[in-house]
């Protein structure tokens, strides 16, 4: 999913270059047409995907294999809304952790669009809900990967609205608890 990012983020890019009142499919289609390296780009992006699609395909006769095999370790596509509820319910379980990652990256792909950061919110909400479409465990590798979830935290609490101030700080302040517990007794998920 993450390879195919670059379709809304020219399109964001588009739109902030021509105005959100100026946009047209006509436009984009040609905006596009006029830059050679961005179609290149474009097209090289996902080649890393289809290679190694065409290769499960030789080796094992589907090039779908990576999608298929997630039945094997008992992961199946969910709604992540479910999910989340589910792991807030259970406080003791290390679902919980990974919950509250996604809970920071839901508030700060708010916090974006409601800047008018539609780029980097675009990037955020793919790097969340990729992660959160297959198992609820990988969020934190996504969101520590990426700078954007930080920069929309440091913006809330720079523009120093109490509310959005006071959940950055009681989701640091639970994340660092539990991290802290979980290093003490050596849990695995966090290594």
Request: aromatic share 16%; with cysteine.
């Amino acid at each position: 999913m993450l390879v195919f990012a670059i379709i809304p983020y020219i399109i964001v890019k588009y739109i902030q270059e021509k105005g959100e009142n100026k946009f047209s499919t006509k436009d984009l289609f040609f905006y596009v047409l006029k830059q050679p390296k961005l179609i290149l780009g474009t097209c090289i992006v996902p080649l890393g995907l289809f290679l190694f699609m065409l290769y499960l395909y030789l080796k094992v006769g589907d090039g779908l294999a990576f999608v298929h095999i997630q039945r094997a370790w008992g992961i199946y596509d969910s709604n992540f809304v479910i999910t989340i509820y589910r792991a807030l319910k259970d406080i003791q379980s290390e679902n919980f952790y990974f919950a509250i990652w996604s809970i920071w990256g839901i508030i700060s792909i708010y916090h974006l669009f409601k800047n008018k950061r539609y780029d980097e919110g675009i990037v955020t909400l793919i790097l969340v809900i990729t992660p959160l479409s297959v198992r609820i465990n990988s969020i934190p590798r996504y969101l520590i990967g990426s700078f954007f979830p930080v920069v929309s935290m440091c913006d809330m609490i720079e523009n120093k609205n109490k509310i959005e101030i006071t959940s950055f700080l009681a989701l640091a302040i639970i994340l660092s608890v539990i991290l802290y517990r979980n290093w003490i007794i050596a849990a695995p998920y966090l290594t």
